[in-house]
């Protein structure tokens, strides 16, 4: 019995909403980061899983998915090192109370 | 003479004292003796070159009597081609060419002319010419000019040093003139103009001249610019220099209508293609308001003449001119300005020529007419001026007077004759005359120093603080008491300064036509003996022969009261003989007043006319056979044969008034302060004569004072009323619409834009609310709105 596409997808759907709950609710700044890394491999796996069901000859599908994660170790890096310049100034990473923009 | 040289020494003639003028005006102002050496040297170099001219020309002339057509021409495309062009245009060639012309061919000895303005069609070409006329021409007029700058030196006081008190502007009193440079580089100007229309080949280069020395006359009369007199009445240099310029303005209007006509009607304005039969009896043909083109063309001409030649009604500057340094006087009355006038009909006359049948009388009525009548007018104003340089004016403009009326007359030969005669005496007269005033005014300097040195101190000493506090307030300081030129303030000065005193004398007698030895007298006699011929000009011939009495009446009178009797001032009493520098020109000038007119013997008069004509000549004078070969090509002249009758009235008339003017004057020199004797007698009359017909009161009347109001009322009224007003409403109009559109400015444009920017702000501010700053509103945001945008497109299109 082979697993139907749908159950990859359900699981990346899911990830993904987990992903987004935890980039809305979290208050830690490095909680924010992770939520916007699982939404990132949720997509990872959705890529993977359409290229595999839909169009196995072509490698784009696998391709994308590298670069996804290369732009998410990036996106880590930088997003680590703001959190920790945030933390230096203002010894807090809580995102309720970095508003500068509103002041 | 090599013909192309010619040609050069004709255009170096007026070109020489013209580079003068400019080489002294750009760079030798400042150094007084290289200023006069370089005017002198080069009017000199142009009387040398002019006197080889005038030779050349006498001696083709001799020819010309025998063969017509022997008229050398060339003309060359520039003046710089030069050897090969002269190589090509051999004499004998030229000769030829001449005589293919036929016996009408004009008798030009050079002729040369470069291409100056194309217009069109047309090219208007610059160039010299030297026929008979400008022969005769170029015989006086450089002569006239090198004696009068020569004299200039010693008038200008160049023996002396300058002195501090001088100053521009005013006649020096103690040292040189201050402007001595400048005085010169106008002269140079002046001798320059007057021979550039004398060798000029059409009528533009002759009317460029002639404006030339109306701007020179301006300068120069205007000369002693800073002068005024306590008299204010009396008019100034500056007044007078202005009075002249604007008088032959109004004149020179005239002539250049004319100009402008004659060039409309014949396509040409030079002298050799207008001056032919078939171009003067087309003048002659075509009507003007049913006058013959040729008489309104010269009529505006001559218009130009009165006022250049200050012939009644445009005379009065010329008196006034005599505010000028004396040297300028001479210039002007002599060898220039009044000459031109005179020079000028006489060149354009052969365009009457196909006005009448050839070989009738050629004549001029209004010439006629305001000749003698000018002749006569002035003469007795003459008679009447205390002024010795007023007294040579007025005969001046009476002896044009003569001119004009012989030309009108048809008495060409004669008018020209004159016209030179007259140039040299009169030149003599104004340089004695004003040797005569130096030496006056040195008695006046040497009486001053003996008792009051004060008299003589200048301006800026007067305005210093001066215990002797004096009447001479109202006076200008330069300007001494006694009026130096006033004749009844001389006197006895035949002792004083004799060579002075014979070179008037003998200047003197030529203007007042002694008979047989003086010049005046044979070109006079020939103007009058041309009157008496034709019974048609009885009444002219009467008016001037009473004309030629009352000249020699003023002109003994002048010599009697200034050099006759006992000195009536301790000044005349004072005056000595004048530098060397302004004897040796009235001296060389006095030989040519006497010699000058044994050319104008008719050949036919017993004794002399054999001494002056040769065994050969059968008829008409030396003058008249060189000169006549002008109007060959359009007028013939009835050579007339000697007649003794208007001879002897002449001489009489002469010799009569000669006898009154000493009876009355000299016999019994007058005391000091003394009246005139005719004062008395003639009363009214006299005050009339004396006041000069109050001409210039009555000008003054009509013209000036209404021009002066028409002017304050243009000022007052016409334009700070009418153009100011126009004006001023149009910038309040333009004011009140730039309020309007400010208010619109305002209110709309500005509220329209602040209103605008006022929404943005307001809904900036409204949407202010929404922004909290907190990034994961915004996402929440984002991410709501991307569902509601899903769920509306599945919506729409599924």
Known sequence: MTIPLSWYLIVAAVLFCIGIYGVLARRNAVGILMGVELMLNAVNINLVAFWRYLNPTDVAGQAFALFVLVVAAAEAVVGLALIISVYRNRTDIDAENINLLKQ | ?798
Not at chain 2, 10 to 34: G, Q, Y
Not at chain 2, 262 to 284: D, K, R
């Open chain 2, 1 to 798: 003479m090599d013909q192309q040289t010619l040609i050069y020494f004709v255009w170096l003639i007026p070109l020489l004292p013209l580079l003068a003028f400019f080489t002294i005006m750009l760079f030798t102002r400042k150094h007084d003796r290289l200023s006069h050496t370089i005017a002198i040297g080069a009017i000199a170099i142009s009387f040398v070159l002019a006197q080889i001219v005038f030779w050349n020309a006498v001696a083709q002339g001799g020819s010309h009597a025998a063969e017509p057509a022997a008229a050398v021409e060339s003309s060359t495309e520039a003046p710089s081609a030069t050897a090969e062009h002269s190589a090509e245009t051999p004499a004998a060639a030229e000769g030829e060419h001449a005589a293919a012309e036929g016996e009408h061919g004009y008798p030009a000895y050079v002729e040369s002319h470069i291409p100056w303005l194309p217009q069109g069609l047309n090219t208007l070409n610059m160039g010299v010419l030297v026929d008979p006329l400008t022969a005769a021409m170029l015989f006086m007029v450089p002569i006239a000019c090198f004696m009068i700058i020569f004299y200039s030196v010693g008038y200008s006081n160049f023996n002396k040093k300058r002195d501090p008190h001088d100053q521009p502007g005013f006649p020096p009193h103690k040292g040189r003139e201050p402007m001595y440079g400048r005085f010169f580089a106008f002269l140079s100007l002046f001798a320059g103009a007057m021979l550039t229309l004398v060798v000029a080949d059409n009528l533009l280069l002759l009317f460029i001249g002639w404006e030339i020395m109306g701007l020179c006359s301006y300068l120069l009369i205007g000369f002693w610019y800073a002068r005024t007199y306590p008299d204010r009445n009396k008019i100034t240099p500056r007044g007078a220099a202005v009075k002249a310029f604007m008088t032959t303005r109004v004149a020179d209007v005239f002539m250049l209508l004319g100009i402008a006509f004659l060039y409309s009607s014949t396509g040409t304005l030079s002298f050799t293609e207008i001056f032919t039969q078939e171009m003067t009896s087309q003048l002659a043909a075509v009507l003007f308001l049913g006058i013959p083109a040729a008489q309104v063309i010269y009529m505006l001409l001559f218009i130009g003449t009165i006022g250049k030649s200050a012939q009644f009604p445009l005379h009065t500057w010329l008196p006034d001119a005599m505010e000028g340094p004396t040297p300028v006087s001479a210039m002007i009355h002599a060898a220039a300005m009044v000459s031109a006038g005179v020079y000028m009909v006489i060149r354009m006359f052969p365009i009457l020529g196909g006005t009448v049948p050839r070989g009738e009388l050629v004549t001029f009525t209004p010439m006629i007419i305001i000749g003698t009548f000018t002749a006569l007018f002035s003469a007795t104003i003459a008679f009447t001026q205390r002024d010795v340089k007023k007294v040579l004016a007025y005969s001046t403009i009476s002896q044009l007077g003569f001119m004009i009326s012989a030309l009108g007359m048809g008495a060409w030969v004669a008018a020209l004759f004159h016209l030179i005669t007259h140039a040299f005496f009169k030149a003599l007269l104004f340089m004695g005359s004003g040797s005569i005033i130096h030496g006056v005014e040195h008695g006046m300097h040497a009486t001053e120093h003996g008792h009051d040195d004060h008299a003589a101190a200048p301006a800026h000493a007067e305005a210093a603080p001066d215990d002797h506090g004096h009447g001479h307030d109202d006076a200008d300081p330069q300007e001494p008491d006694m009026d130096p030129q006033d004749m009844f303030n001389m006197g006895g000065l035949r002792k004083k300064m004799p060579v002075t005193f014979w070179t008037f004398l003998i200047g003197g007698l030529s203007l007042a036509g002694f008979p047989i030895f003086f010049a005046g007298f044979w070109s006079k006699d020939e103007i009058l003996g041309h009157a008496f011929h034709y019974p048609q000009f009885q009444i002219v011939f009467w008016v001037l022969v009473f004309t030629a009495f009352l000249t020699a009446f003023y002109t003994m009178r002048q010599i009697s009261l200034t050099f006759f009797g006992q000195p009536r001032t301790e000044a005349a009493g004072h005056a000595h003989e004048s530098h060397w520098t302004m004897i040796a020109p009235l001296v060389i000038l006095a030989v040519f007043a006497i010699i000058a007119g044994f050319v104008g013997v008719k050949a036919d008069m017993p004794g002399l006319g054999l001494i002056f004509n040769g065994p050969f000549a059968k008829y008409g004078t030396p003058f008249e056979h060189f000169v006549e070969p002008v109007l060959a090509t359009t007028i013939e002249i009835e050579v007339l044969s000697f007649d003794w009758t208007p001879l002897l009235i002449a001489s009489t008339a002469g010799v009569l008034g000669l006898a009154l003017g000493w009876w009355v004057y000299g016999r019994r020199p007058l005391a000091a302060g003394q009246p005139d004797p005719l004062e008395v007698k003639m009363g009214g009359l006299y005050v009339v004569l004396k006041n000069k017909y109050y001409i210039d009161e009555i000008y003054n009347y009509v013209f000036v004072q209404p021009a002066r109001r028409f002017a304050v009322w243009m000022g007052d009224v016409f334009d700070r009323k009418g153009i100011d007003g126009v004006l001023h409403g149009i910038a309040d109009g333009a004011l009140r619409l730039s309020l309007a559109f400010r208010s619109f400015d305002t209110k709309v444009v500005n509220g329209g834009a602040d209103g605008f920017a006022a929404s943005i702000k307001a809904a900036g501010h409204w949407l202010r609310d929404i922004q909290t700053g907190r990034v994961q509103n915004y996402l929440l945001l984002a991410l709501v709105s991307v569902v509601l945008l899903i769920a509306l497109y599945i919506t729409l299109f599924s």
